[in-house]
């Protein structure tokens, strides 16, 4: 599962990074509102991020965030 999220949320990435935004502070966005108006339709981005559970997206964040810290 966790890999599938990662799959997508570079998928959401790449899109949103192609048109010109700023990703992380879009997928910030849409994590803290679940306002989908913060991620891009194009390259199907906007549906694939939905489709996540935010709160089980959150944890792999967290624990990967903490994992790679681990590794310093």
């Known amino acids: ?34 306002d989908p108006t913060y991620i891009t339709t194009h390259n199907n981005a906007r549906s694939l991020i939905r489709r996540l559970d935010r709160d089980e997206l959150l944890q792999a964040l967290v624990k990967n965030y903490l994992k790679s810290s681990e590794n310093k």
């Open 1 to 34: 599962r966790e890999e599938e999220m990662r799959q997508t949320m570079l998928t959401v990435y790449n899109a949103l990074k192609e048109k010109g935004y700023n990703p992380i502070s879009q997928i910030v966005g849409y994590i803290l509102s679940e």
